[in-house]
């Protein structure tokens, strides 16, 4: 009924459990690693005075007081009131108090009420405070 295991098969059992354990334990620390890294960027800063012409692409949050010409691709874009940005915009949420232009896609948008939109606007939320203008067209996606 019950059998004897030779010492070589009990340690040939707990090696392969060894190698699983450790292999598993690579595989989730490697998960954790990738989803620490998306929760744990600092915002970036382009500041007052700083002038950039290119892309710009990142997972996190970025604040314009300076100005963009470009491509820029995050999830939470924020011109404040000296910046701006202008070209292919596209990120999750948006809050404009100074100056964006271009082809702009977004899910969420509050215009400010001294700022200036100007151009192509695809956006699924917006808010407009009184006072924010906004040139060009609109178009609202579900």
């Known amino acids: 009924m019950f059998s004897r295991k030779s010492d070589d098969e009990s340690n040939l059992q707990s090696e392969e459990d060894m190698n699983n354990e450790i292999v598993q334990s690579e595989a989730s620390e490697s998960i954790d690693q990738d989803a620490s890294e998306t929760r744990n960027l600092k915002p970036s800063m382009i500041s007052e005075g ?8 990142s997972n996190g949050s970025l604040t314009v007081d300076g100005s963009i010409t470009g491509q820029v691709t995050v999830d939470n874009l924020i011109v404040g009131v000296t910046g701006s940005v202008s070209g292919t915009i596209t990120a999750k949420s948006i809050n ?3 100056k964006l232009a271009g082809d702009v896609s977004c899910s969420d948008i509050i215009v400010g009420g001294r700022s ?13 405070q009184r006072g924010g203008v906004i040139k060009g067209d609109l178009k609202k996606v579900n």
């Open 96 to 98: 404009v108090k100074g």
């Open 116 to 128: 200036i939109v100007d151009g192509n606007l695809t956006y699924s939320s917006i808010t407009i």
């Open 50 to 57: 700083f002038e950039f012409n290119g892309d710009i692409k």
